[in-house]
């Protein structure tokens, strides 16, 4: 099949078009999405060297992990933590982690109702991370069977940009997803895939190919946050939480902030895929958790 390569160009890739030579790759794309992590123990074995490259050639990156809906979610996301964290971790420009969902036709009907929930630890885990919000890649069937315990759509899917899967037969005749194949729960679009046969020079098998919305590409042009200023919440937590001035809770207290607050940090100290704590910068300056025994305390906000 013949097509036109939509621009701005988009890749994901996984060790199956290893190894590759981004100084040969042309046109250079704008952005590649590299598999990280896959399940409670799988990492991809191209990642890192993939990681250092595109950062080495200026190239945007972001990093993936393919869920099993019948693995635990903590340790998934500890999987992919620990892949992106010795590949060298993120930067500002990198995009937030993104969630790769399908597979769950084949699962029990209790694995599906369970989806939902699991889901979101994983993504929570991912923002407290990241301190951005996380992607999700799906398709309009795969998440038709992401359900709560009563069966129904998760109702904060649109609170995570989309990625969405669908490879029409002759993708030239769409600048855009058709809104019918939009998964439930979602009204835009972040990325889209619209095939896995590409050829591009540099790169020696067939690769994924996506485009940007407009949207979601004006975000990405935007400069990053002043330093000191990278991170950017929201108290959640009802009782308030405490600045300390280490992140640990023995250590000497601050001050304090109340539900509502907007924050301000440097960076994010990650302890495991249950405790992250917040080096702030404003309205006061310490250590905060943003997240503590698995309950998110500050909402970092997409930066």
Known sequence: MKYKVKKPIVLDISSFQAPVDWTKVAPQPLLVMCKASEGMAYNDPSFATY?????AQNIKRGAYHYYHPEM?????????????????GFVTSDIAPVLDVEGLETAAPAIRKAAAASIKTWLDAAQAFSGKTPMIYTSKYQWGFVTD???KPPTWSSNYPLWVAWLPDKPDKFSAPASSVIPIG???????????????????????????????SKQLGQQPPAPGQTYVGKVVAPSGVNVRVQPTITAKLVGSMVNGTTVRGASIKVISPNEAWL????????????VYNGTVLISMNPS
């Open 186 to 216: 979602w009204n835009q679009w972040a990325i889209w895939q619209y095939a896995n046969t590409g050829q591009i020079t540099g790169i020696n098998v067939a690769v994924d190919l996506d485009i940007l919305s407009d949207w979601f």
């Open 72 to 88: 635990d979610a903590t340790q998934q996301f500890a999987n992919y933590q620990k892949a992106v964290t010795q590949a060298g």
């Open 149 to 151: 315990t009563n069966g």
């Open 279 to 290: 080096e702030l910068k404003d309205p006061l300056v310490g250590w905060c958790a943003i």
């Open 51 to 55: 990681w250092s490259d595109l950062k």
